[in-house]
């Protein structure tokens, strides 16, 4: 019996991403296993996520080279090595309640003779994977996201390149805000979760790290600058997370757009700190807006680790028939957990146990 896997990314893009296409391909296709096996596969690689099945013509060989990229080891062979996703990647929501199109998937993963499908993406793609495998899609998730904040995972693919980028470029900012004497607000990716600010913040020894978990005073960050001021440096590197809420409002919105998931897209509020510090304070402020580098770049050592991991998980979760479920990194080890456990919840910083809210920065000790 021949299988045919599909694979696709949705939302976000990052490293990572290819690394996973790569492993679910080569581990499918494999053939030195192939004799241990009662099934062999295929893999197509669907492009631009679920984008993909909602716009092909099955029909139409030219819909479907516009659509579909058969994979081989062949053509995955260096994708590893390479950051973004060579499948290309949507925020397209097939069940959108104002246009859904969820009928026309399911005709197309039947017309396209797929078996499978291994979605690789954050709660949004992996939401669309469960509402399928309930209408009775085979579905396999592997978890992506760098803001780290999916549930039933201690890892998701990006973070770690993230975290990496976050640092780095402080390291950078670090050599002119000295020469200046300034403060410079950095701020990070973290829509509803402060993970990326945290561990950025925390490896590159932030003054003030500002997350969405915690609301924060502009008062209190100002007095901490002032109560540094003469007693180090001179200045200050204050890190924050786009969705962090000053005097308890998430109020920092690029535009008024939705996505097909209903997301407006954060941005600015490091902006808004850096005149605040200033008209306050008389210090000079910065600020500097990471952005999409943070998702840009090839992917961390770590990252190419869990994509291998998570794509070999994902063929053998096939091979179990473990559907409707999203290979996992728990307790050091890889497993799975069920889509219904990961969709419609959010894993946040415990502010209790990792945060210092009278510092605005990572805990120090049980204090
Ligand atoms: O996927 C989540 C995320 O990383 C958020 O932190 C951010 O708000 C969003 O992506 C921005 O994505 P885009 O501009 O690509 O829509």
Redesign the pocket.
């Known amino acids: 019996m021949t299988m045919r896997i599909a694979v696709l990314t949705g ?4 490293p990572g991403l290819n690394g996973a296409i790569k492993w679910v391909t080569k581990t499918a296709l494999d053939p030195l296993l192939e004799h241990k096996r009662t099934v062999t596969f295929d893999v197509l690689g669907i492009k631009e996520g679920w984008k993909g099945l909602v716009e092909v013509d099955p029909d139409d060989p030219r819909s479907l080279a516009q659509h579909v990229l058969p994979l081989d080891e062949e053509v995955v062979r260096t994708w590893d090595r390479y950051g973004g996703t060579n499948l290309g990647t949507s ?1 397209t929501n097939p069940f959108n309640p104002k246009n859904d199109r969820s009928d026309k998937v399911i005709e197309n993963i039947r017309k396209l003779g797929i078996d499978v499908i291994v979605a690789i993406g ?1 709660e949004d793609t992996l939401g669309v994977a469960y509402k399928l495998h309930k209408l009775g899609i085979r579905t396999v998730g592997i978890p992506k ?3 780290g ?1 999916l549930v039933g995972t201690e890892y998701s693919l ?1 973070f770690d390149s ?1 975290v990496n980028i976050i640092m780095e470029e402080i390291d950078r900012l670090r050599t002119t805000a000295g020469s200046h004497n300034r403060i410079f607000v950095v701020e ?4 509803h979760a402060g993970w ?1 600010a945290l561990h950025g913040g925390e490896c590159s020894g932030a003054y003030i790290i500002l997350i969405p978990e915690c609301p924060f005073e502009m008062d209190r960050v100002c007095e901490l600058l002032q109560e540094r001021r003469g007693r180090e440096i001179q200045y200050s590197i204050i890190v924050v997370s ?2 962090a809420k000053m005097g308890g409002i998430q109020e920092f919105y690029k535009d008024d757009k939705l ?1 097909e998931f209903g ?1 407006r ?3 600015g509020i490091a902006s808004r700190i850096a005149d605040e510090i200033e008209r306050r304070t008389g210090y000079e402020a910065r600020y500097v807006i990471l ?2 580098l ?2 840009g770049g090839s992917p961390s050592a770590r990252d190419r680790l869990m994509a291998r991991w998570f794509g070999i998980a994902a063929v053998e979760m096939i091979m179990n028939e473990d559907y409707g479920r999203m290979v996992s990194f728990l307790h050091g080890e890889i497993t799975s957990v069920p889509l219904k456990e990961v969709i419609d919840k959010l894993r946040l910083v415990d502010v209790d146990k990792h945060y210092d809210t009278d510092r605005y920065n990572g805990k120090r000790g049980t204090l």
């Open positions: 939302g976000g893009d990052c925020r954050g996201t760098i803001d904040d990006g993230a990070t990716m973290g829509r990326l786009e969705g996505d997301h897209s954060l941005g952005s999409h943070q998702r």
